[in-house]
C-alpha cells in the first residue's frame, strides 16, 4: 500500500505547500492535468476528500491536514538524511538554478561562480536570463537575484553586490544636436531608448527622485525597444538616444568619453543585488558553495 502511494502522497505535500496546482506541477516537474490526477486517485482509494479546490487557492480538508501532519515530520527527515549522506562526500556535487538579468549574471554572478566550477567539478550551475521577476517554483530555480528594495516576502535574502543606482546617459554628439535635458520631465521631448519588462509586456517607465526624497517617474518614447539592458547600452553609445542604465555598467564607456550623463542629481543609491531562496529551503552542498562565493564582504 505505501509503495503504490508514496509518489502520491508527495504529490499531495506539494500541493498542500504551495497552495496551487499550478506551481506543485512546476516543482514536481509534471503537467497540471497529472498532478490532478494523481490528486483525484489518491482521494479515490482512500475513500476521502484531502484537498479543497476553488477557483483561486487550493486548500487541505480537515482530513488531509491531519494526514499531512503525519507526512511532513517523515519527509523532513528522510530529506535530511539523504542530503546528510550527500554533503558527507568529499566533494559538493549538484546542480544549482539561478535566475537573474542578464547584468547581474554579468557583472556578479559569472566572476564569484566561475572559480567555484573550477575548484568543484561535480557542482553545476544553470542560469536563468529573465527580466519578469518570475516566481522560484515557476521557473524551477533554486534561488533569484534581485535589488534589495524588489526581494519577495517569505525569502531568506542575501546581499551579494554593492548599492546600485540607474543614470541617465548618451553620447556627445546626440547631447551636441539634441540639448541636454535638465529635469526627468524633459526627457518626453527626447529620443530614448526604451527596455520592455517580460512580466506583463509593458515599456520600463523611468525611476527618479527628486531632493526632497520625491519618486519621479517617466514614460519614454523612441525608435528602439529592448528586453535586456546591453543591447541598450549599445544604442545609447551609438548615438540613437538617451538610456537609463545601471552606473557600473555603464562606467567603462563613461571613462573612456564614449557616454556622458545627464540627471545625476536625480539619480539616487538603492540596495544593490541580493540572492533570494525559500525559507524552508535546506542548503545542498552545492548550493552551500555558491551561497559562499556569492556573499558580498565588506
Not at 39 to 64: D, H, N, Q
Not at 73 to 102: H, M, W, Y
Not at 220 to 239: E, S
Request: aromatic residues 8%; glycine residues 6%; proline residues 5%.
Amino acid at each position: 500500500m505505501l509503495r503504490e502511494n508514496i509518489n502520491d502522497l508527495i504529490a499531495l505535500a506539494a500541493v498542500a505547500e504551495e497552495r496551487s496546482f499550478t506551481r506543485a506541477a512546476a516543482r514536481l516537474n509534471v503537467s497540471q492535468s497529472a498532478l490532478s490526477h494523481t490528486i483525484k486517485g489518491l482521494e479515490k482509494r482512500l475513500g476521502l476528500r484531502l484537498l479543497t479546490r476553488t477557483t483561486r487557492s487550493v486548500a487541505p480538508t480537515i482530513e488531509g491536514e491531519d494526514l499531512l501532519a503525519t507526512l511532513n515530520p517523515c519527509f523532513e527527515k528522510i530529506e535530511s538524511r539523504l542530503q546528510a549522506l550527500n554533503d558527507a562526500q568529499d566533494q559538493p556535487t549538484g546542480t544549482v538554478r539561478i535566475v537573474a538579468v542578464e547584468y547581474a549574471i554579468e557583472s556578479l554572478l559569472w566572476p564569484k561562480l566561475s572559480p567555484v566550477l573550477k575548484a568543484h567539478p561535480a557542482v553545476k550551475v544553470e542560469f536563468v536570463v529573465d527580466y519578469g521577476y518570475s516566481d522560484l517554483a515557476e521557473s524551477q530555480c533554486d534561488a533569484g537575484v534581485r535589488y534589495g528594495e524588489q526581494v519577495s516576502e517569505g525569502m531568506i535574502a542575501m546581499r551579494i553586490g554593492p548599492d546600485e543606482r540607474m543614470i541617465c546617459v548618451g553620447a556627445p554628439d546626440y547631447f551636441e544636436t539634441a540639448g541636454v535635458p535638465e529635469t526627468p520631465q524633459d526627457l518626453t521631448s527626447h529620443r530614448c531608448i526604451n527596455l520592455r519588462l517580460s512580466t506583463h509586456g509593458a515599456l520600463y517607465a523611468w525611476e527618479f527622485e527628486d531632493a526632497d526624497g520625491n519618486e519621479i517617474r517617466v514614460k519614454v518614447q523612441g525608435q528602439a525597444v529592448f528586453n535586456m539592458i546591453n543591447p541598450v547600452l549599445r544604442a545609447a553609445t551609438d548615438g540613437h538616444g538617451l538610456a537609463l542604465v545601471p552606473e557600473r555598467l555603464a562606467q567603462e564607456k563613461l571613462d573612456a568619453g564614449e557616454l556622458r550623463i545627464c540627471l545625476d542629481s536625480y539619480s539616487p543609491y538603492f540596495p544593490g543585488f541580493h540572492l533570494y531562496y525559500p525559507s524552508r529551503q535546506r542548503p545542498s552542498s552545492a548550493f552551500q558553495v555558491v551561497l559562499d562565493a556569492l556573499r558580498e564582504r565588506a
